[in-house]
């Protein structure tokens, strides 16, 4: 017999997505998929993530990048991570460890629709992080968060770039209904729901 059940609960904000975040590339090595499939969601995996969080934040970090045991980029403690690289987008592919997030697919989508920026999925190496233009983190609670330093070195300027910023406005839009084109992938929550749940 199946059932469904959700918890609500305040989350506040997760990384600053008006300032952007500052990472280090964490020591701890993104779990493999053959160790435990890192396209789901399995609890016993976020112990990963959390000793990479915990790791960056007791060094005054906000979040992790997280490598492969090949060396090649994977993603933050619990986000994808994309680079902006001559104004292309780049991102690590599936077989690099990721979790393939919905954000990640929505940005992706939103970039090639909005602003004629497609997106490279491919192994990127750690140095990369050190010399693209600019680099942002997608997920449930990161939304858009624009990375300004990497291991203390600043991204592109040190400051939120400006295709970090276009999308970021774009992604916003479209997650609270205001952008046309994507209505079809908001669901309406009747407020009297709404006003029950607060209860």
Known sequence: EDGFFIFITPFGTYL???KGAKCCVSS????????????????GAYINSAMAKTEAFDNGFDEAI???TQGHVSEGSGENLFL???GRLVTPPVYDNILVGITRESVMEIARNELGIET????????ELYVADECFFTGTA????PVVSIDHRPVGSGDVGPVSAKLQKLYMQVARGEHKAYHHWCTFVEPSL??????
Do not use: F, N, Q
Request: proline fraction near 2%.
């Open 16 to 18: 600053d997505v008006e």
């Open 84 to 86: 902006v690289i001559k």
């Open 120 to 127: 490279e999925e491919r192994s990127i190496d750690r140095t």
């Open 194 to 199: 709404v006003h029950t749940l607060k209860k």
């Open 142 to 145: 990161a939304e858009l968060t």
């Open 66 to 68: 997280l490598l492969t």
């Open 28 to 43: 701890w090595k993104r779990i493999e998929d053959d160790m435990i499939p890192a396209r789901a969601k399995i609890t």
